[in-house]
Nanobody, 125 residues
């Protein structure tokens, strides 16, 4: 059974930084792309960042380019999201997810089949 567990969220002032982590188990982690999504209150869950199986390809939503960095450690079955220069509009629950197909990293929700429980990020002005 695939399990994804996020951590690292919290309350931070605008301009601050956080590092989110996602621990994966139950699947051959190194074969699958991983993604981060977020959902703000009253809004749809949206794509944030994705990384392919090797870490050699990353994709970002335009709203986070230059501020967020996704990375992975296949030896530890971990994926990370470094978020810098936080803005109040970044406030959301952040979810990690695993792509339903091997060897790629999608940028839409339907590309992913397993999701973590989420970690709250709150940015104060």
């Amino acid at each position: 059974q695939v399990q994804l567990v996020e951590s690292g969220g919290g309350l931070v002032q605008a301009g601050g930084s956080l590092r989110l982590s996602c621990a994966a188990s139950g699947r051959t982690f190194s074969r699958y792309g991983m993604g981060w999504f977020r959902q703000a209150p009253g809004k749809e869950r949206e794509f944030v960042a994705a990384i392919n199986w090797s870490g050699g390809r990353t994709d970002y939503a335009d709203s986070v380019k230059g501020r967020f960095t996704i990375s992975r450690d296949n030896a530890k079955n971990m994926v990370y999201l470094q978020i810098n220069s936080l803005k109040p509009e970044d406030t959301a629950v952040y979810y990690c997810a695993t792509d339903r197909s091997t060897w790629r990293s999608g940028v839409t929700r339907r590309d992913y089949d397993y999701w973590g429980q989420g970690t709250q990020v709150t940015v104060s002005a």
